[in-house]
């Protein structure tokens, strides 16, 4: 390992000693730092040279003499000599970089499993998952995927001709699975943070006339599918998910306190909530099971199997068509009974916990629909204020007055 002076000329004739496969060319002026000559190459690579906290030899390599100078060379082996005196071993951080998961790997052995224990739309993520970002970044190590190739996926999403809301979904479940594998330590930044949403609305709301309400309750009432028209009555009449509607059980509903309770397992939310059961929802409740003896188990249950019912869309779309209403979706009955709720005068926040919403700001979409409410409580007002206000009587005219043209 001879000890030289390095200068650029030397480097430009950079070969190992005579006999030699490689050598070490030791740089004078800089502790640990040494460049590697090898023979038919006359690139040589810098190194830096230490021993870590078991006083083992270990080595960092800094670059290629063709791309970090010799001035370049000496500042990053001064910093790295920092470093190792503080306690940092570089070599085995850059070993623990360099064996860092695939993004396949870390979605298959570890968030998947995650979020099938911690999300009931798990499925919903999967596929977008499946179907976009791993073709992205699927062979990539969770440590070499860049905000910007993040960015730029984002966008080909978009102009691919996805809304930007779905382009947003999957944007947020990178910026969820990146955040978990910081948490484990497995990387040490989140890239999808610094990357941002395009926050484009997303809300849809199909609200009926009074007259396409009449003919939609008239097709629920008398379509021959009755089981399915149940199914929407209740979710009309409670404002429930139809998820909560198809495995509610009879043991939860309470008509003496004209409550259903809506279970943890089965809440969006994951919390406990009651539902008040209005003359409608008891009429529906009335008419799945007229016999009180046989009201157990599910409150829907399929007529050929006599198992749980588990789904209504087939039939939903047919009565649908019949009531002329084919922009009408299930969750839609969702949106409706809440519209009743805020029409009617009730509050936002009645509303927030008449539809279970954890958050007062998902029930925030329903706030331009209280403007007649609060038209008339601003007539209350109003009223009081003239109430007090005295009757001025206008000014007699004089008798000579003119009168207007």
């Not at 906290?53 to 990053?76: C, F, H, L, M, W």
């Not at 070599?91 to 993004?103: E, L, W």
Request: charged share 25%; proline share 5%; glycine share 6%.
């Amino acid at each position: 390992m001879p000890r030289v002076t390095l200068t650029n000329s030397f480097i430009k004739n950079l070969s190992p000693l005579p006999g030699k496969q490689r050598t070490e060319w030791v740089c004078d002026q800089q502790p640990g730092l040494f460049l590697e000559a090898r023979q038919g190459s006359t690139t040589g690579t810098w190194y830096y040279r230490y021993k870590d906290s078991n006083k083992q030899t270990r080595y960092a390599r800094i670059g290629d003499s063709d791309s970090v100078t010799i001035p370049e060379a000496r500042a990053r082996a001064k910093q790295l000599r920092a470093e190792v005196m503080l306690g940092s071993d570089p070599s085995g951080a850059a070993k623990k970089q360099r064996a860092v998961c695939t993004f396949s790997e870390y979605f298959e052995n570890d968030y998947l499993p995650f979020i099938k224990q911690t999300k009931r739309s798990y499925r919903d993520d999967e596929n977008r998952v499946r179907q976009h970002l791993i073709a992205e970044f699927g062979n990539l190590p969770l440590n070499k995927i860049s905000s910007k190739q993040i960015s730029d996926l984002h966008l080909r999403l978009k102009q691919s001709g996805l809304k930007g809301a779905t382009c947003d979904h999957h944007l947020r479940i990178l910026k969820t699975m990146f955040a978990r594998a910081v948490r484990l330590e497995i990387i040490a930044d989140n890239p999808a943070s610094r990357v941002q949403l395009f926050r484009e609305p997303n809300l849809v709301e199909n609200n009926l006339t009074d007259e396409q309400l009449q003919r939609f309750i008239h097709v629920l009432r008398s379509h021959k599918n009755r089981t399915a028209c149940h199914v929407i009555l209740l979710l009309l009449g409670t404002g429930a998910r139809l998820s909560e509607g198809l495995t509610g059980t009879w043991e939860n509903i309470n008509l003496d306190k004209r409550t259903w309770k809506i279970e943890a397992s089965i809440s969006k939310n994951k919390k406990v909530r009651y539902v008040p059961l209005n003359d409608s929802a008891i009429e529906t409740l009335n008419m799945i099971q007229p016999d009180k003896e046989k009201r157990i188990g599910y409150l829907f249950l399929n007529p050929k199997t006599g198992k749980r019912l588990a789904g209504v869309h087939g039939a939903f779309k047919k009565i649908r068509e019949e009531a002329g209403i084919p922009f009408f979706r299930i969750h839609d009955t969702r949106h409706l009974y809440a519209s009743f709720l805020v029409e009617s005068g009730r509050t936002l926040y009645e509303t927030q916990l008449a539809l279970g919403h954890s958050s007062p700001f998902v029930t925030q979409r329903y706030a331009h629909l209280s403007q007649s409410s609060l038209l008339a409580a601003s007539d209350a007002a109003s009223q009081r204020i003239l109430a007090a206000s005295p009757k001025f009587l206008p000014a007699a005219l004089p008798a000579d007055a003119p009168l207007a043209p």
